[in-house]
């Protein structure tokens, strides 16, 4: 199956981005055969509502699961309704991430776990 | 466009920075200008989001009519997921996740889009209400008196804005209070006006944001001029800038203890001191000429 990485690169080297809704890019990876994808993530640049657009491009990649570490309500609902799981937990490059989705060693996120905007940097 | 003519004018009042006496200006100036043309001024309170010329002004007012948008409603069972409404929306207000289709009416901005590409006719646009209008009269019924109000929680108050400006009598002198700030809700408050005021404080702070000011009046077309508030503080950076770059300085408002001191009683410069209406009315009377002279220039009779 298909998953998808938020991530800092384009490619299974890259180191995971833990953000959702404004990581710079998405890996799409076939877990089975290891092909990978890189998408610049069009959440990176929006004023708000970043998850939103972020959960249509991996749904428009034909991914089933996602990867990462914060997500806010848009990100959450977006993904929620559309069947598509989040996990948490992964550490070190898309690739590591890969790897221990496969060996179950990821949680699965059961909400999202961050206010809307938190990945922006205008905050604070 | 509005027309030139003294009888119907359209002056906003703005300011980068806020805090800097916009809402003092236009309400004195509203008051100012009554006595001069009597039950011919009208006061449009554009700060949908904080509005507080009512404060001043003290209008009595009608009953709220609503503001809507247009948001989308997606018959699901005509929906065939193509998803082009996704790809069509500029605000991500609407999502085709596998087989979910998901709205987000707070990111919406009612421009129509997805129902207009969609192939099979499975979205219809459905009002919203994001916030109300009054409409009033103050000064004992001489004064017409505009106000709005976006609900809390909404983000764009540019609707609500839109709403308040229908209300605009085009037979009046029209004074606007815009919002602080030099982002949509205080463009939208501008456009289409014949002058904006520019009110300012003489500090490092009132500088920098007005220049930001002056830029957006300008990119909307709008001349412009300063009212400096405060003056006799600070640093004398805005009115070297007002000359350097040849901006107008239509009034300069002391730093006055009284003047505070009325303010917080609920008065205008025009109340306070009936010299001050002498000076408000001078000051229309320099926008006036700007006006007049730029319809010349345009060819506009």
Redesign the interface.
């Known amino acids: 199956m298909k998953v998808a990485i938020s991530s800092a690169g384009k490619d299974l080297t890259s180191p995971i981005d833990p953000r959702f809704g404004r990581c710079a890019y998405f890996v799409i990876v076939d877990t089975e055969t290891m092909e990978a994808q890189g998408y610049e993530n069009p ?1 990176a640049l ?1 004023g ?3 998850g ?2 972020a ?2 491009l991996v ?2 990649g034909g991914a089933e699961a996602v990867i990462s570490k914060v997500l806010g309500p ?1 990100s959450f ?3 929620r ?4 799981t989040a996990y948490t937990g992964a550490s070190g490059t898309v690739k590591d991430a890969v790897e221990q989705f496969n060996n179950g060693e990821l949680e699965v996120l059961a909400d999202a776990n961050a206010e809307a905007d938190a990945g922006s940097k205008r905050r604070g | 466009m509005s027309q030139t003519s003294s009888e119907s004018m359209q002056i906003s009042v703005a300011a980068g920075k806020g805090g800097t006496g916009k809402t003092l200006v236009a309400t004195s100036l509203a008051l100012a200008l009554n006595d001069v043309y009597p039950g011919r001024i009208q006061l449009i309170d554009c700060d949908v989001e904080e509005p507080n010329a009512h404060l001043l002004l003290q209008p009595e007012l009608g009953n709220e009519e609503p503001v809507f948008v247009l948001v989308p409603e997606v018959d699901l069972e005509l929906c065939t997921r193509c ?1 082009a409404c ?1 790809e069509a929306c500029q ?3 609407i ?6 289709v ?1 709205t ?1 009416p707070d ?1 919406c901005a009612g421009c129509g889009a997805c129902a207009y590409v969609c192939p099979t006719g499975a979205i219809t646009e459905v009002q919203r209400q994001v916030g109300t209008t009054r409409t009033g009269t103050a000064a004992s019924g001489e004064i017409s008196f505009v106000t709005g109000y976006l609900n809390v929680g909404d ?1 764009r108050a540019t609707p609500v804005t839109g709403a308040v400006k229908e209300q605009i009598d085009p037979n009046r002198i029209a004074i606007l209070d815009a919002p602080p700030g030099t982002a949509c809700p205080m463009q939208e408050t501008v456009e289409g006006t014949d002058y904006c005021i520019l009110v300012t404080e003489p500090t490092p702070f009132g500088l920098s944001n007005l220049r930001d000011a002056v830029e957006t009046s300008r990119r909307v077309g709008v001349p412009c001029g300063v009212v400096i508030n405060r003056h006799g503080v600070g640093t004398s950076g805005v009115e070297d800038y007002c000359a350097a770059t040849g901006l107008q300085v239509l009034l300069r408002i002391p730093q006055r203890r009284e003047i505070a001191e009325a303010y917080s009683r609920g008065e205008t410069l025009a109340e306070a001191r009936p010299e001050w209406r002498d000076d408000l009315v001078g000051m229309y009377g320099k926008i006036e000429d700007v006006v007049a002279r730029a319809a010349t220039e345009e060819g506009v009779s």
């Open positions: 959440g929006a708000t509502g970043a939103v657009a959960a249509q749904a428009n848009y609902a977006a993904l309704e559309g069947d598509i | 998803g996704a605000f991500s207000a999502a085709v996740i596998r087989q979910a998901l987000f990111l983000q």
